[in-house]
């Protein structure tokens, strides 16, 4: 029912841009999580900046982890943008999956607590959520908990949750859970409430491989042009969340379905910094990933980064030029 609802609300959404790309080639794209930061590509499509490149794209929430893995693999979905832990584990486990591009190489959330919690280890023994394993909060909170000594599934117990944010925020409410991570909205919801802020992992010192987007490589390599098309789109669609606020604040507020100008600038302000101009994949912040994986998939210790991501697509859109094309939009 939850998946019905979000197909609709998208199908609300898109209107105004599907008339624009009447002749666009069809793409739908799997999105792991509802999100300032996930926000670029609905956005985008929003205001026909993937129409110009002939792409007619659909958005669709499907959850992150496995289920947009699941949605790519069977072809529901031609794209995912979602956390890159569950791609990166799902190559190693065998499924030809690639990431063409990667939004941010830094963790890009905060851990809030019950305000009873005043240190990570306060946590010990404690029930935490990240919504469900291998979505890209259950990882972030997860690392975090690992740096500072405590064994995940161990000395903390995870529970999986209901959908995204929204249900992390309510388990953390309602005390089913001493902990979570969140983000903007959701973040400045909990401190108004009073939740510590253990951690805003922005800031901290790791580099990890976030929000990315990926696709199985039979369809990247029969769809090239395509592919090139559609990461044009979502290039331009990163330069105009950077370079056209006003616009993109309206387009954030429509996408989370909010009144709220303040929570959505709030959000804005929080990424507005961590959107790059060309989305490359860091190798550091893969290897992270992998040390991350090793411990319940061995393969992952050895692996080579760079056998998880295929950013020829992205340097040669970047070598033609492209961005001098984007102007300087302000």
């Given at each position: 029912?939850?998946?019905?609802?979000?197909?609709?609300?998208?199908?609300?959404?898109?209107?105004?841009?599907?008339?624009?790309?009447?002749?666009?080639?069809?793409?739908?794209?799997?999105?792991?999580?509802?999100?300032?930061?996930?926000?670029?590509?609905?956005?985008?499509?929003?205001?026909?900046?993937?129409?110009?490149?002939?792409?007619?794209?659909?958005?669709?929430?499907?959850?992150?982890?496995?289920?947009?893995?699941?949605?790519?693999?069977?072809?529901?979905?031609?794209?995912?943008?979602?956390?890159?832990?569950?791609?990166?584990?799902?190559?190693?486990?065998?499924?030809?999956?690639?990431?063409?591009?990667?939004?941010?190489?830094?963790?890009?959330?905060?851990?809030?607590?019950?305000?009873?919690?005043?240190?990570?280890?306060?946590?010990?023994?404690?029930?935490?959520?990240?919504?469900?394993?291998?979505?890209?909060?259950?990882?972030?909170?997860?690392?975090?908990?690992?740096?500072?000594?405590?064994?995940?599934?161990?000395?903390?117990?995870?529970?999986?949750?209901?959908?995204?944010?929204?249900?992390?925020?309510?388990?953390?409410?309602?005390?089913?859970?001493?902990?979570?991570?969140?983000?903007?909205?959701?973040?400045?919801i909990a401190k108004q409430l009073g939740f510590t802020e253990l951690a805003d992992l922005r800031k901290t010192d790791i580099e990890y491989s976030g929000s990315g987007i990926a696709g199985m490589e039979p369809y990247i390599r029969s769809h090239t042009r395509l592919v090139e098309n559609f990461l044009k789109g979502y290039i331009d669609s990163l330069h105009f969340f950077r370079t056209e606020k006003e616009k993109t604040l309206a387009g954030v507020m429509k996408f989370l379905r909010m009144n709220d100008r303040a929570r959505a600038e709030e959000g804005y302000d929080y990424y507005v910094d961590l959107m790059p101009v060309m989305p490359y994949a860091s190798p550091k912040a893969v290897k992270t990933v992998l040390d991350f994986l090793a411990e319940k998939q061995p393969k992952a210790a050895t692996a080579n980064p760079e056998d998880f991501y295929d950013m020829s697509y992205l340097k040669r859109i970047e070598a033609s030029g492209f961005l001098k094309t984007l102007g300087n939009r302000r």
């Open positions: 029912m939850i998946r019905f609802k979000f197909l609709w609300v998208f199908s609300l959404f898109l209107l105004p841009q599907v008339a624009a790309a009447q002749h666009g080639e069809k793409v739908r794209v799997a999105l792991g999580a509802i999100s300032v930061n996930t926000s670029v590509i609905p956005v985008g499509a929003q205001y026909g900046l993937f129409a110009k490149y002939g792409v007619d794209v659909e958005p669709i929430y499907m959850g992150g982890g496995m289920n947009s893995i699941a949605a790519v693999t069977s072809n529901s979905v031609q794209f995912l943008s979602a956390g890159s832990t569950a791609t990166i584990g799902a190559r190693l486990g065998g499924i030809d999956i690639m990431m063409l591009s990667v939004q941010s190489n830094k963790l890009d959330y905060t851990v809030f607590a019950a305000p009873a919690i005043k240190s990570p280890k306060d946590l010990k023994g404690k029930i935490v959520t990240g919504t469900r394993p291998g979505a890209s909060a259950d990882s972030a909170l997860r690392l975090y908990l690992r740096r500072h000594g405590l064994t995940p599934d161990k000395d903390v117990i995870f529970i999986s949750v209901a959908e995204s944010q929204q249900g992390r925020l309510n388990s953390l409410r309602s005390g089913a859970v001493s902990a979570t991570v969140l983000a903007p909205p959701y973040s400045g």
